[in-house]
């Protein structure tokens, strides 16, 4: 079975630190995706990447970035992390649009 | 119009009866189609996917597609408590970069014994 893996389940930070959300895929996808999802909003796509290096902003990409070095590895990083950005972050992966998303455990970010 | 919309629930079934979640989409080219299941706490997991029209049965879930109408639909015969969760809809719409699924906001059902 694939397995997407997130680095963290739970964290807290406070507001203005540098935040960095780990994902790790094992079955060379090419495609991975960084989700918010809140209560009454759903799941709302923050970036998304089909290659080494290559990214596309999703819908709400405003105070967020994205890295992906290598092929299985795609990290958020919230810049200056405000409370706003409180939310439970979701982390998938696919190889293409045929065969849907495997999603990681999520981590549940707090902002203080 | 958002590109997908269900049924906002929530829904609330009692055990042995079927539940029936609906979905529409908004690009008549969508090519494939998804149900995620997400307990309460966790992730969203794939549990059915359909790409032609008509109905994909798989155990107590039916899929059923209907692409001149736009809408896909969910069967859960014989719910059980276990099936309570929020069930997601994804459409892979026509032209979406990559395999970028667009979701709708879930239906949350409830399976009371």
């Known amino acids: 079975d694939v397995k997407v893996t997130q680095s963290s389940r739970y964290l807290v930070k406070r507001t203005g630190e540098k935040v960095f959300l780990e994902c790790v895929q094992d079955m060379d996808h090419e495609n991975m995706f960084w989700y918010r999802q809140d209560p009454g909003l759903g799941l709302r796509l923050i970036y998304f990447?089909?290659?080494?290096?290559?990214?596309e902003k999703g819908d709400i990409p405003e105070g967020y970035s994205v890295s992906r070095e290598k092929k299985e590895r795609f990290s958020l990083i919230l810049e200056s992390a405000s409370t706003n950005q409180t939310s439970m972050y979701l982390c998938?992966?696919?190889?293409?649009?045929?065969?849907?998303?495997?999603f990681g455990s999520g981590t549940r970010l707090t902002v203080v | 119009q958002k590109e997908v919309e269900q049924n906002s629930g929530p829904l609330s079934v009692p055990e042995g009866a079927i539940a029936s979640l609906n979905c529409t989409y908004s690009d008549r080219g969508s090519q494939s189609f998804f149900w995620y299941r997400q307990y309460s706490g966790k992730s969203p997991e794939l549990i059915m996917f359909?790409?032609?029209?008509g109905d994909k049965e798989d155990g107590r879930f039916t899929a059923q597609l209907n692409k001149a109408s736009q809408y896909v639909s969910l069967l859960i015969r014989d719910s059980q408590p276990s099936d309570s969760a929020t069930y997601l809809c994804?459409?892979?719409?026509?032209?979406?970069?990559?395999?970028?699924?667009?979701f709708g906001r879930g239906t949350q059902l409830t399976v009371w014994p």
């Open positions: 990447s089909y290659d080494v290096k290559m990214k």
């Open positions: 998938a992966s696919s190889s293409g649009h045929l065969y849907g998303y495997t």
């Open positions: 359909i790409y032609s029209n």
């Open positions: 994804a459409v892979n719409l026509r032209g979406s970069t990559l395999g970028r699924l667009y």
